[in-house]
């Protein structure tokens, strides 16, 4: 993998200073259009071999482009806020908008790359963390990121002089610290997992650049030609080939929606009273028991127009202390989250441990309305399947419960409601032209639910069916969800 | 000052369910007024006894209210990220943006009271601090908050029966903590002190509502009318009555910046080298320093049009490891900027402890480009002096070395540069014809810069003028400042 590398490219010092004044006008202009286009961000990750020039290189970039829209963050010891929320969050929460230049020192390779040349973690959890790294670049891509993935390789004997040389000088040698020369033994272990994750993670959409780090100007130049590129690259953004192959509807009349026995579930005001006392009590001694705190829990509303979520929520945030859960309403991106992926929004949401989140509408948006009314491109929603189960999984890895209601009303049911809403004063502004336009939709509506929950509901994040015709039940339903999700996770 | 909130108020279970019923509903529609609105925010700040049903109140607030547009927080223990910041940056981050609620559980106020009460600061020190928070409160008032500042009370008799009554019930036993009995044994001390803060925060803009926390329906009902009041509160934003007094210009042709020594102001070559050798290696060493890891740098470039800053910032950030610093590019604000006070574009890009930020354009820009475009109003920009120096002055309160450069040219180099920039293709992205207008109220500008440097250069930050015809002087005094004043601090 890094044989290429250890070969002794050396670069004059003339051929250098004629290449980087090249380089330097094409990348100031490069980054211009970047800005104006704003179409696209460059996530330049930086890895490799320590001594490697890896801090020296990023300096150059930073002198060569406009440092006011190049943001680079290093990833040292995660901060607490960050320990409270799942592994990417503060790769998440640094990506840089579209039309700048992000500069992430250090990335998600680091802690595998770590345990597994500490020994902590197996080949296969190796692979794993990989191919979810894989994942996330792929996203990443599909969301207009272009990556420029830089591996810094020296060999271990060229490594070995440059630390001996950093020490030997005053103003060095703190440079070369004791887990330095640690992993300088590791060095041959290091290079093979390194070389198994440069391998299987250099994909077409984020392949890796391995930089020969011996030569100072052979480095610069390979950098900077690979950093023009990332930086022009047009393919915006580079959309997977359309699949022939769609979600099918069921063939017959029968799907999950229409098993549901509306009619049916029903619940008088007294046993409402009694059933809701009982689990709103149940519900508040849950999110206070010791445990809770280090585990967090996510609620997901969703459901069709008129069912009913906002009385449900707020029948859930009754018995809870305001001081441990927070509401977001999912309303039109703002245009900090419209320059950064789909899934940003949400991400910069996630509860502390110790602490409850409720989604009004979630990120299922992208496989529901954005789908249906093709506000988004059809891989878009495709990928949205894969990705946000991506995302549970690394919410409930961490330690969130996450429960997904979704609350069911039929046309009939929900006519009634409308025209209440079009009558009450204060119910008006719940109802508008939209409304009726999407109960208009209402089959493709439900296909696309159908294929939400078939493709979404998981073992560990499973979508709860809320049967809500009468409102009754289903805010005593929706209750009794979280407190059983939660009693048995505790 | 608490007087009547000892008087034993009640109110009957019929008379608060008739309030009770009134109040959901007139809630419910001026929140949604407030909403429509999107002209102010409300921010319910709670103070007070404990046991006076602080935690219950808010929780009912959250029950009349559309929990989705109502932001609760509770400010415990700072996290690391909020420690490295000036003690006021937790509460600008969790300020509501316009149209929305939001609620404090504990506030500014909370430090200085607890300092006070145990006698780590004296009473010249407490009103210091009290004095710094209706500051802070009048701006906010000024963009748009409604305050509603509750304190809760109760008599020590009543404190003490219910801290026992409490403790006497397994269920709520964990609610009363030895702390409790210990700030029990100082109630009197700190209803002297409460008593000093309420009077001396009351303002016209934010004054105190005393809540009396003895019946349960009382203080309901009691709060719930205040909300209301806030709720409804349509005078948009509170302006202050516009002065006729106006920063003067100089009756003569002197002023600060035509004292400058433009033309005589050079640096040939080779000393430029030399010297920016010098400064940049300084430079780096300053902020490698351990004793940096305590501080933080915050630089901030204004100047007029084509001044060179975007060079300069080049200059300085050149030797510095790009982890350790960030530039901030003050561009259009967002909308989520645009729906919070002026300043907190600002207050989030603030440095943590052994880091810097470079601001090219900055919170200046107030009574710049804002006060001669009239962005704003009169007032706005008047008060933007006062609330610049408080913003400031938090910074190196907390550790900041706050450095302001302000590069001036003269009006023949500027038409030099201009001209320039319209011939080189890769600067013509750098003019516009804002430019050449603002270039036509040079005058105007040149008043505003002057009052801005009498109003702003204070002895904790001062301003620096740096004479910039000459690239190379301009690019060594600018680190040859931030070199001296880092070497001063640390």
Same sequence: chains 1, 2.
Avoid at 208 to 213: E, K, L
Avoid at 274 to 287: D, F, I, P, T
Avoid at 357 to 378: A, K, M, N, Q
Wanted: charged letters at 30%; hydrophobic letters at 40%; a neutral charge.
């Amino acid at each position: 993998m890094f044989e290429s590398a250890e070969i002794d490219h050396v670069l004059t010092k003339d051929a250098y200073e004629h290449a980087e004044a090249e380089l330097r006008e094409a990348l100031l202009a490069a980054q211009l259009a970047l800005r104006e286009q704003g179409k696209q961000a460059v996530l330049v990750v930086i890895a490799g071999v320590d001594a490697a020039g890896k801090g020296e290189t990023v300096q150059l970039i930073n002198t060569w482009l406009d440092p006011r829209r190049v943001h680079t963050f290093a990833f040292d010891a995660p901060t607490d806020e960050e320990r409270d929320r799942p592994p990417l969050w503060r790769y998440w929460r640094a990506l840089p908008p579209k039309g700048e230049v992000g500069i992430f020192f250090d990335s998600w390779y680091n802690a595998p790359l770590q345990a597994f040349v500490d020994g902590t973690i197996d080949a296969a959890e190796f692979d794993r963390a990989i191919e979810r790294a894989t994942r996330f670049e792929r996203m990443l891509a599909n969301e207009g990121f272009v990556l420029l993935k830089l591996w810094f390789h020296i060999s271990k004997k060229e490594q070995r002089r440059r630390f001996r040389e950093l020490e030997k000088h005053k103003a060095t040698r703190w440079r070369v610290t004791a887990k330095d020369w640690r992993n300088f033994e590791a060095y041959d272990r290091s290079i093979a997992a390194a070389s198994r994750a440069v391998r299987e993670s250099s994909t077409d959409f984020a392949p890796w650049i391995v930089v020969p780090g011996l030569d100072e100007r052979y480095r610069a130049v390979t950098v900077g030609r690979a950093l023009l590129d990332a930086l022009c690259n047009d393919d915006v953004p580079a959309q997977p080939a359309e699949t022939a192959v769609h979600p099918v509807a069921a063939v017959d009349e029968h799907n999950v929606l229409r098993a549901l026995d509306l009619a049916g579930s029903k619940l008088d005001e007294a046993d409402y009273e009694r059933e809701l006392e009982l689990w709103q009590g149940r519900l508040a001694k849950c999110v206070r028991r010791a445990k809770f705190r280090k585990r967090s829990l996510v609620v997901v509303f969703e459901g069709v127009d008129a069912a009913g979520k906002g009385g449900a929520i707020r029948r859930v945030t009754a018995p809870i202390d305001p001081r441990h859960y927070n509401v977001v309403a999912t309303a039109a991106p703002t245009d900090e989250e419209r320059a950064r992926p789909y899934l940003w929004r949400f991400w910069r949401h996630l509860p502390r441990l110790g602490k409850l989140v409720i989604f009004d509408r979630s990120w299922y948006g992208r496989v529901l309305v954005e789908r249906v009314e093709g506000f988004c491109s059809t891989s878009d929603w495709m990928r949205g399947y894969s990705e946000i189960n991506d995302f549970e999984e690394q919410m409930v890895e961490h330690g969130a419960i996450v429960v997904k209601l979704w609350l069911q009303i039929d046309m009939d049911e929900q006519l009634r409601r409308f025209e209440d809403r079009q009558t009450a004063a204060i119910k008006r502004h719940k109802i508008g032209p939209d409304d009726w336009r999407n109960r208009e939709k209402s089959s493709r509506y439900e296909q696309a639910v159908t294929d939400m929950i078939d493709r979404t509901s998981t073992e560990m994040a499973p979508w709860t069916l809320v049967e809500a015709n009468d409102k009754n039940f289903a805010r005593v339903k929706v209750l009794r969800t979280i407190c059983e999700r939660l009693e048995a996770a505790l």
